[in-house]
């Protein structure tokens, strides 16, 4: 067995002398038409990833998200033949170069590592890489976009470089991706000197409106639904049921309220949640907004020396009118 392969080696050597050069210089090149070997060999390699990861929105602003790469290597011939020379070359090492060429600008791409080897074999080779992707916080929601990546493997040469023993390999492939929505809101009581105060007086059995502003820092256009969550007994309270608001902007809801006499210090819950204005499924944190009421002191309970004075005013008005009736009537029987 050793005497043929050694046989072989040398009519290799000496086919590789009297043949021509049959490569260019830039054989090598990963963007040339790749060249087929006379033996018939080539480097075939394979790119998969799983679709259904790949296709679920990536949130902005978050941290990077790894998809795994599956890479297979076969050393494909055309002739039986040809396995005899695989055989002959199944230590030597292969090396499948990995390349992002392309992101859209809205996210940021890199690969663990640029390279993976594997060596000559009969057999598939299983190899793997992990892609990680991360969307920018202001990317738009539910874009779509191709990361482009080039896998490629360079020709392999025999004795004295003048031979193509296994032709390379060169393909780009293309990995879609989708940005997420973002749904993010700020909020603030647009109430005078609410800011400094933390506080709001308002008078009993007067309505008093409190603007809220709320501003959209999400990536898409988004519908806020208004909620509240807890309110004093016994008060009138109206608010807006929601408002739309698109990205970058700012929108303001409207709280009216009419309290009761009885309080001092009381407070109002609102409740915010921010939904995607196309798909109200699609939902946010809620943000929680508690207003401080207190009891401005306008009202005034009448006192019981007010109703005595009152009572007594009113019976002498009484005693005059009946005095005054008398009076006519003993004028008029005179009369």
């Not at 790894?66 to 040809?82: G, H, N, Q």
């Not at 506080?199 to 898409?220: A, H, K, Q, R």
Request: net charge negative; aromatic share 6%.
């Amino acid at each position: 067995m050793k005497n043929k392969l050694l046989t072989i080696s040398i009519i290799l050597i000496l086919l590789s002398v009297m043949m021509p050069a049959v490569m260019s210089e830039d054989t090598s090149s990963y963007n040339q038409d790749i060249k087929e070997s006379f033996l018939k060999l080539k480097s075939n390699v394979n790119l998969n990833w799983n679709e259904t990861e790949t296709s679920e929105p990536i949130m902005p602003g978050t941290s990077e998200k790894e998809f795994a790469l599956d890479i297979t290597y076969t050393t494909e011939y055309t002739y039986k033949i040809s396995t005899l020379f695989i055989n002959l070359m199944k230590n030597r090492e292969i090396t499948v170069k990995l390349e992002i060429l392309e992101i859209p600008d809205w996210c940021q791409a890199s690969l663990d590592t640029n390279t993976v080897t594997t060596t000559v074999s009969t057999e598939q080779q299983n190899l793997s890489a992990t892609l990680s992707v991360s969307v920018n916080e202001d990317a738009i929601a539910y874009q779509t976009g191709m990361i482009k990546m080039n896998v490629s493997v360079e020709p392999q040469m025999g004795p004295l470089g003048a031979l193509l023993l296994i032709s390379g390999y060169n393909e780009i492939y293309e990995l879609s991706i989708t940005t997420g929505f973002l749904p993010e809101i700020s909020t603030s009581i647009d109430y005078e000197n609410y800011s400094q105060t933390e506080m709001i007086e308002i008078p009993p059995y007067n309505e008093t409106i409190v603007p809220i502003g709320i501003s959209n820092l999400g990536n898409d256009k988004t519908k806020v639904l208004v909620e509240i969550t807890d309110l004093p007994e016994n008060w009138t309270v109206d608010i807006n049921s929601d408002i739309t608001i698109d990205i970058n902007s700012s929108g303001q809801i409207k709280l009216a309220v009419e309290a009761n006499h009885e309080f001092d210090n009381e407070t109002i819950t609102i409740k915010l949640t921010p939904v995607r204005s196309q798909d109200t499924t699609e939902m946010g944190e809620s943000t929680t907004l508690t207003i401080n009421f207190e009891n401005d002191g306008s009202y005034k309970e009448p006192s019981d020396d007010e109703f005595e004075i009152d009572t007594t005013m009113l019976a002498l008005i009484l005693i005059v009118i009946i005095l005054v009736i008398i009076a006519l009537a003993v004028f008029l029987r005179r009369k």
